[in-house]
């Protein structure tokens, strides 16, 4: 097997990139640390066609201006696999997204490969090669990077640049690769990826054990704070305070130093760097009117028995379309998913996209009454009600 080139010049990216422009895509994926910060540390970046492989040094080169530019090239799609967390990479580097994409792991799904592929059980449906695995902890900063790394790092890219092909020339014939675009419109919003201290609050584990809105209101304060600070310091949020954390001072609002101390998992640094701070928000959250305060989450409970019942059929006609279509039921939707179309929800995923025609319309017109379901010779049938 051909060694990957180690591009870690600038004349040579420039080379390499102009050489990639005339490509109608590439195959893209990145190595990246974030255990000891807030933003991914860019480590390395792969590329492949169908002629060449090549992995791009970004801690040695000091100018990525020529790789900016061919991933922000429109005429140029970039394909990944399970791509979100690379083209999040790129947004913080650039401040935009590249586009266009297509991501391999979501194009899977409708190819019958399952729900959430990963990337080598992936490339042994497709190509039959088995992936090594041995590198998957290695730390992408450190240099010299080994042969065997950069072998290992290229084939991400390698068989994903022989895949792509087969399995769009797969969705051409099923008449599905149109179906993608939806899902790829989203991966390409900057929005997704843009940090929001205001809202991140949504996002605590546990919130739903909370049920009073001032409550609520030290959750909002505190985890707008982390997240602010996390951003400013370039540190994981979690090393500031832990989800568990914030929804314990949530609980008992400690209103001094001491009592604040005491606090299960509030390490004693944070205490002493920002405890004025932490007890400063607890109050301020604590006097907000109670109008103002964010309403506790719904707990969401579990649907009664009447719909628990037309959710176990509406599984049985969502596995109907799924064996229909040669996909597997859990790439259209969960029961959560189910539980939520059945309740009413306008946000259900199956109401939009490829989700809609493979199953969500069939199940929307049955909830509507629109159909019913009969069994004929042994399967399962769905007839227009007259």
Avoid at 79 to 104: C, K, N, S, W, Y
Avoid at 211 to 235: N, T, Y
Avoid at 307 to 312: F, N, P
Avoid at 353 to 371: P, S
Wanted: net charge neutral; glycine share 6%.
């Amino acid at each position: 097997m051909e060694a990957p080139r180690f591009i870690d010049q600038g004349g040579a990216l420039q080379a390499l990139c102009a050489r990639l422009q005339k490509a109608p895509w590439i195959a893209l994926d990145t190595e990246f640390l974030r255990e000891k910060t807030y933003y991914p540390r860019l480590c390395l970046v792969q590329v492949a066609t169908e002629e060449e492989v090549a992995c791009i040094d970004p801690l040695a080169l000091k100018d990525l201006a020529p790789l900016t530019a061919l991933l922000q090239d429109p005429a140029i799609l970039k394909v990944l696999h399970a791509g979100a967390q690379d083209l999040e990479i790129f947004f913080h580097r650039d401040g935009r997204v590249p586009t266009p994409v297509f991501d391999t792991q979501v194009a899977a799904a409708l190819l019958g490969h399952g729900d959430q592929i990963g990337y080598g059980r992936l490339i042994q449906a497709v190509l039959g090669v088995e992936l090594e695995k041995g590198h998957s902890r290695t730390d992408w900063s450190r240099r010299p990077l080994e042969p065997e790394q950069l072998r290992y790092a290229a084939d991400d890219v390698r068989y994903l640049a022989q895949a792509y092909p087969r399995m769009r020339e797969a969705l051409e014939a099923k008449g599905r690769l149109a179906w993608l675009e939806e899902d790829f419109r989203r991966l390409e919003d900057a929005g997704s990826y843009r940090p929001d201290p205001e809202t991140i609050w949504q996002r605590v584990k546990g919130l739903n054990t909370l049920r009073r809105p001032r409550q609520m209101a030290v959750v909002q304060d505190l985890a707008r704070w982390r997240e602010q600070e996390a951003m400013r310091c370039d540190r994981p949020r979690r090393w500031l305070l832990q989800d568990e954390v914030i929804l314990d001072l949530a609980r008992r609002q400690p209103q001094d130093l001491q009592t604040l101390a005491k606090v299960r998992g509030l390490a004693e640094a944070t205490v002493q760097r920002h405890g004025e701070t932490l007890l400063g928000l607890i109050r301020g959250a604590m006097a907000r009117p109670q109008e103002d305060c964010p309403t506790p989450p719904s707990r969401g409970g579990r649907p009664d028995a009447q719909q628990e019942a037309l959710v176990d059929v509406a599984m049985g006609l969502l596995r109907h379309q799924a064996l229909a279509n040669d996909i597997s039921p859990a790439a259209i939707a969960t029961r959560r998913d189910l539980e939520a179309l059945v309740a009413g929800d306008p946000r259900s995923p199956l109401l939009r996209g490829w989700r809609a025609r493979l199953a969500g319309d069939a199940l929307h017109a049955w909830l509507r009454g629109e159909t019913r379901l009969e069994v004929a010779s042994g399967a399962l049938t769905v007839t227009p009600r007259h």
